[in-house]
Every structure is written in C-alpha cells, then in structure tokens.
C-alpha cells in the first residue's frame, strides 16, 4: 500500500466518524475552500452547507455508516476515492455512491471535489 492510500484510506474513516458524530470540524477541515460537489438530486451545495448540516443536533444522527467498495488511485499529489456508502439513522437508510478527488496542498490532504449518487 502507497503512502498515498494509507493517508486516504486514514482520512476517508475520518470522514466516516464526522457523519456518525456528527462532527461538523472533520468536514472544515478536510474540505477545501472551494470544494464542487454534487448531491444525488445533480444539485450543486457548497462547504458551508455541508458544515453547517453536520452541526449537532441540526439533522438526524447517523447510527450506522458502514463504507464498502473502496478503490483509491494515486496520482501523486491528489487521489480519487470511489466508495458505496451504507447509512442509517431513525429515519432513513439507504446505500449511496461516492466519488471523491483529494489534492494535497502544502502537505496537508483535502476534497476538492465530490460526487454522492443513490445506489
């Protein structure tokens, strides 16, 4: 395993723990500034919206997220996930597609792009 993929494969359970939190500082701090990203409905939402969804308290918390399906390819200083993603909480569960490209700026990893698609 690349270093590459082990510090993405590190920051990807991140990730996972900050929906299960939810913990909005996971998603400040690992999604770039002007991260594009994409729901399943095809609508654009920004940085501060997936952060402020991820306040606690502001939706329903997750009881379960399970990830499968991981493929990381290296490309150097950025890296594409592609994922499924199993989700549950109290009143919803489902299992959603992700696609998502990391950069690496001045040694520290981030999304600056992402993707999520209903399976």
């Given at each position: 395993?690349?270093?590459?993929?082990?510090?993405?494969?590190?920051?990807?359970?991140?990730?996972?723990?900050?929906?299960?939190?939810?913990?909005?500082?996971?998603?400040e701090e690992?999604?770039?500034?002007?991260?594009?990203?994409?729901?399943?409905?095809?609508?654009?939402?920004?940085?501060t919206e997936?952060?402020?969804?991820?306040?606690?308290?502001?939706?329903?918390?997750?009881?379960?997220?399970?990830?499968?399906?991981?493929?990381?390819?290296?490309?150097?200083?950025?890296?594409?996930?592609?994922?499924?993603?199993?989700?549950?909480?109290?009143?919803?569960?489902?299992?959603?597609?992700?696609?998502?490209?990391?950069?690496?700026?001045?040694?520290?990893?981030?999304?600056?792009?992402?993707?999520?698609?209903?399976?």
């Amino acid at each position: 395993m690349s270093n590459t993929v082990a510090e993405i494969t590190a920051l990807e359970e991140r990730l996972k723990q900050g929906e299960l939190g939810p913990d909005a500082k996971v998603f400040e701090e690992l999604l770039a500034d002007d991260v594009i990203l994409s729901s399943q409905d095809g609508l654009a939402f920004t940085k501060t919206e997936v952060v402020k969804a991820h306040q606690p308290g502001t939706m329903p918390k997750f009881t379960r997220v399970d990830m499968s399906d991981m493929k990381i390819i290296d490309h150097g200083e950025a890296a594409v996930v592609t994922c499924k993603g199993y989700y549950e909480s109290a009143k919803w569960k489902g299992t959603l597609r992700f696609l998502r490209v990391w950069h690496k700026t001045n040694g520290r990893w981030r999304v600056i792009a992402a993707n999520v698609a209903n399976v």
